[in-house]
């Protein structure tokens, strides 16, 4: 079977064209423009049994970012497995409001880091930061730090439930907690993959969120910034929350991201 016929025989999978060619591209251990430009190419039993097995993952909704073991992210590839939530475009926000802020070698905190791609990024587009990342799961704190380690990314990780090993200030804390509510209707078959801890909250899916906004307001530095990422239909709780219980203001929303400043 040829590159062309295994594609035409995916479309009918139910699955996109463009997750059948990334998986295929992933099987055969090629860039995906080598698929347009080989179309002829004869698989090997090998690459077909692989390729195989991935659209059958894909077909029982399995994240195509869990079938490759990478998932891009402001322009940079990270690895990620189940043990860590997936990056998403939306989250890019947050690297935008924290560049916007143009502050001078500022001290970063990221909360829940998953893969790391937060800090890392960040880290990479202010190399003059000083950032720390923390996550309560040690298997994606093992994850962040390998991509930290492949990026050349110089930044300390730390274990911690929320901010309870943190003893610094910080002039920026930022955090994509988890903030799904259970009992939303629309839920992808595909969250099923990822792990619940960095999904699913309490309270509407704001528990996490407002323990941080609680400890935050202890941890920034003057006029330090918290940004928080979460559902839109969240963010007036979410404000109201932080006038009623802190001295922070909100000062910016961009997408699902919200900035408070103390």
């Known amino acids: 079977m040829n590159v062309s016929s295994w594609l035409k025989r995916a479309a009918t999978s139910q699955i996109s064209h463009l997750d059948a060619e990334l998986i295929l591209a ?6 995906r423009v080598f698929l347009h430009a080989h179309p002829d190419y004869e698989l090997t039993e090998s690459e077909q049994k692989k390729a195989e097995d991935y659209l059958k993952r894909r077909q029982n909704h399995e994240p195509v970012a869990y079938i490759l073991g990478s998932k891009e992210f402001y322009g940079r590839e990270f690895a990620v497995t189940p043990d860590t939530l997936i990056p998403r475009p939306e989250t890019e926000a947050i690297i935008d409001l924290v560049k916007e802020l143009s502050l001078e070698k ?30 309560i799961s040690e298997k994606a704190l093992a994850v962040a730090e390998k991509n930290a380690n492949n990026m050349h990314a110089n930044l300390e990780f730390k274990k911690s439930d929320l901010l309870k090993n943190v003893d610094e200030k910080f002039d920026i804390i930022v955090a994509n907690l988890p903030y799904v509510d259970k009992n939303w209707d629309w839920l992808s078959p595909e969250l099923d993959f990822e792990p619940e801890t960095a999904l699913y909250s309490e309270d509407f899916g704001l528990k996490d969120i407002k323990n941080l906004i609680l400890e935050s307001n202890t941890k920034l530095a003057e006029q330090g910034k918290l940004i928080l990422e979460s559902d839109i239909s969240q963010h007036e709780a979410i404000e109201s929350f932080v006038k009623s219980n802190t001295n922070m203001r909100l000062v910016k929303t961009s997408g699902l991201a919200q900035m408070f400043e103390k």
């Open 106 to 135: 500022p001290k970063i905190l990221d909360v829940g880091t998953g893969s790391g791609c937060i800090a890392i990024t960040l880290k990479l587009e202010l190399p003059e930061s000083d950032v720390i990342a923390v996550d």
């Open 26 to 31: 992933h099987a055969l251990n090629k860039e």
